[in-house]
Structures are given as C-alpha cells and as structure tokens.
C-alpha cells in the first residue's frame, strides 16, 4: 500500500508533555498538510509544505505546535507542552502541486488524548 | 474562503441513489467545487471535483448548477459502504488548504 502513513496512530499524553508525530507522504507528492479535527466538526487546517518550504501556517497552529519537513519527504508534528485542548485527530494528507491535480490523500490520522 | 450550506443529515435505502446538495451563493468565478467524503474512523477521501460542467467518475456524478450557486453529489446505488460524512468544499483555483465545514451525515439503510 503506497498511501500516507500516519504514526502512532494512538497517543494518550499528561498534559504538560510533549508529543511528536510522523507523516510520510506519498512518495512523488510534493505537498504535505496537516490538519486537526476534534469530535463532530470537519478537518481544521493548520499547515502546509511544498517539498521543504513551510508556506502556510493557520492561526491555529500556536507556538506551542511546530512542524518540519527536513528532506520534502516525511514530516513531523510537535506539540510542546500539551493541554486538554489539544486533544484531537491530527491529519497528515499528501497531494501533487499542479492545477488540476491537486486532490488531497489523506492518512488515517493519530488521535491525541491529553489528560 | 467561500462558504457552503449542507444539511445536517439524510438517509438513504441501500440500492437507491443519492442526491446530496450543497449551497454556495457566494462562489467566485474561478472557484472549485470539490466533494470528499469520511468514513467511520478514517481520513477524509476525495470524491470528485469540478467548475462548471457536470463530472462524472467511478464514484459519483457532480452536478452543478448554472449560476454555479449549488451543487449536488449523486450516489447511484448507495451502498452500506457508502455511510459516512460528505464535505462540500468551494477551493480556489490556486488556493491549497481545504476549509471543511460540517458535512452532511449520510446513514444508509439496509
């Protein structure tokens, strides 16, 4: 199965720890967002990359949350000093930078319990 | 970012089609109309896409009106399979993060 891949798909947390997760894209897709989705609303987005370059980030996405894509490959998702807010589904998804080809994959998610 | 206007939920029999609406009075000239759709414990999937003509693909058939202020998404024969959250999402043409509202809840009965 070559889609995105998500890990860990489950992390439950004390609140004031910190947490990282992993994203590995599809391999030719050059963009990679993240997106959170709490209980019974849609996604949120908070960034994105286009190969290395962080180009977008959301108002969301505080300076406790920071995001890398070192080699436009994989990428990670840091929260520092979590809270019970944070909990929730974080997204990773993947897609190709052309105009009509720029379907989101998206990975199962790992959902985050802060407690 | 444009809006859209789903309802809350619908349901279907399995084996009947589905016609799922999605307002958007606000929609600018070059904007996307794209569906995707989340099953249970999953990420959100891409259904179709389209501007002005009417799309069709494996999945589903996209119909949009004239004045581009709605739009539909057409199960042909809704399966079990097919239970899941549908999102109506207005993208600009170069725009690249999807706004998400709430969708529609499609529950299918068997």
């Known amino acids: 199965d070559t889609g995105v891949s998500q890990d860990p798909r489950h992390k439950i947390t004390k609140r004031g720890q910190n947490v990282t997760f992993r994203c590995d894209p599809i391999s030719e897709h050059n963009r990679l967002y993240w997106y959170r989705q709490t209980l019974g609303q849609g996604p949120e987005f908070l960034t994105y990359?286009?190969?290395?370059?962080?180009?977008?980030k959301s108002r969301l996405l505080s300076d406790r949350f920071s995001a890398e894509r070192p080699k436009g490959s994989f990428s990670t998702l840091e929260i520092q000093r979590t809270e019970q807010g944070d909990s929730a589904m974080y997204l990773c998804a993947s897609s190709l930078a052309y105009r009509d080809l720029r379907e989101q994959y998206f990975g199962p998610g790992t959902r985050l319990t802060v407690t | 970012d444009a809006k859209t206007t789903q309802p809350n939920s619908m349901e279907s029999n399995e084996e009947e089609p589905v016609h799922l609406p999605c307002n958007h009075s606000t929609i600018s000239g070059t904007d996307y109309i794209h569906w995707y759709r989340q099953l249970p414990s999953q990420g959100p999937e891409y259904v179709i896409h389209g501007l002005t003509s009417n799309v069709n693909n494996r999945m589903a058939s996209l119909a949009i009106a004239e004045d581009r202020k709605s739009s539909t998404l057409i199960l042909h024969r809704a399966t079990l399979r097919d239970a899941a959250v549908y999102y109506c999402i207005l993208r600009a043409l170069y725009g690249n993060k999807l706004v998400f509202g709430a969708g529609t809840i499609l529950r299918v009965k068997s």
């Open positions: 990359f286009q190969n290395e370059a962080q180009l977008e």
